[in-house]
């Protein structure tokens, strides 16, 4: 497979999963969604930023995986809280540019290609931020706040209830049903419900677990 041809496969599942999710793509997008596969390709041949190597796969487990809880984001700001190398933030600020995201993580690695996938793809609705999220003291709150495969339910609630607003929303992205992180009673009286999300190309479980507040 040439690298013209394995461009154009990933336009192509990338177009099509979207489509699937019910998002409807502009060129700009679109391009800058792939610009973003090509900067993790390349940024993790000298960096470990993530173990999905193959760029055909980052299409579902990155992009598609991140877009899919783009219809459960409410308000206009929006915190990722241990982004990584900017997942779901960044697939989300490409296709929501009407709101404001903000990337925490405290390994500077991973801040410094979220700036640079920032600068590159030009996404002014983005502000990376090194930080740990224990310490973090921003000078407003959140509408909402997401969070991908970090911590236990109950964990991150306790760690986020001083940075989401009311109303708001927390948003939890894991992969099977969590029933034993729900069950902590310290999440007892919580306005919690659980979706089951299908990823376009993804065989294996995807669920989001949704605290209201307010």
Same mark, same amino acid.
């Given at each position: 497979?040439?690298?013209?041809?394995?461009?154009?496969?990933?336009?192509?599942?990338?177009? =099509?999963?979207?489509?699937?999710?019910?998002?409807?793509?502009?060129?700009?997008? +679109?391009?800058?969604?792939?610009?973003? &596969?090509?900067?993790?390709?390349?940024? *993790? +041949?000298?960096? !470990?930023?993530?173990?999905?190597?193959? $760029?055909?796969?980052?299409?579902?487990?990155?992009?598609?995986?991140?877009? /899919?809880?783009?219809?459960?984001?409410?308000?206009?700001?929006?915190?990722?809280?241990?982004?990584? $190398?900017?997942?779901?933030?960044?697939?989300?600020?490409?296709?929501?540019?009407?709101?404001?995201?903000?990337?925490?993580? @405290? *390994?500077?690695?991973?801040?410094?290609?979220?700036?640079?996938?920032?600068?590159?793809?030009?996404?002014? !609705?983005?502000? $990376?931020?090194?930080? =740990?999220?224990? #310490?973090?003291?921003?000078?407003? !709150?959140?509408?909402?706040? &997401?969070?991908?495969?970090? @911590?236990?339910?109950?964990?991150?609630? /306790?760690?986020? #209830?001083?940075?989401?607003?009311?109303?708001? +929303?927390?948003?939890?992205?894991?992969?099977?049903?969590? @029933?034993?992180?729900?069950?902590?009673? +310290?999440?007892?009286?919580?306005?919690? #419900?659980?979706?089951?999300?299908?990823?376009?190309?993804?065989? #294996?479980?995807?669920?989001?677990?949704?605290? =209201?507040?307010?």
């Amino acid at each position: 497979m040439t690298a013209a041809s394995g461009a154009g496969d990933r336009a192509v599942r990338l177009a =099509r999963g979207a489509q699937l999710l019910g998002i409807d793509l502009g060129a700009r997008q +679109r391009a800058r969604l792939l610009g973003l &596969v090509d900067l993790l390709e390349y940024w *993790n +041949r000298a960096f !470990n930023l993530t173990a999905v190597r193959d $760029p055909e796969a980052m299409i579902a487990q990155h992009l598609l995986d991140s877009l /899919a809880i783009a219809p459960y984001l409410a308000g206009e700001s929006i915190l990722d809280l241990g982004t990584g $190398p900017g997942l779901p933030g960044l697939p989300l600020a490409i296709v929501r540019p009407e709101r404001r995201f903000r990337l925490l993580d @405290a *390994n500077g690695k991973k801040i410094r290609f979220v700036r640079q996938a920032v600068a590159e793809l030009e996404l002014e !609705n983005v502000e $990376p931020v090194q930080a =740990r999220m224990e #310490s973090y003291r921003p000078e407003g !709150n959140f509408s909402t706040i &997401v969070a991908r495969a970090l @911590a236990p339910v109950a964990e991150i609630h /306790a760690l986020t #209830s001083h940075l989401l607003a009311a109303p708001g +929303r927390l948003l939890l992205m894991k992969g099977r049903y969590p @029933a034993e992180e729900l069950a902590d009673p +310290r999440l007892a009286g919580l306005a919690i #419900s659980v979706r089951p999300l299908q990823v376009p190309f993804l065989a #294996s479980e995807r669920h989001l677990v949704e605290i =209201r507040r307010g």
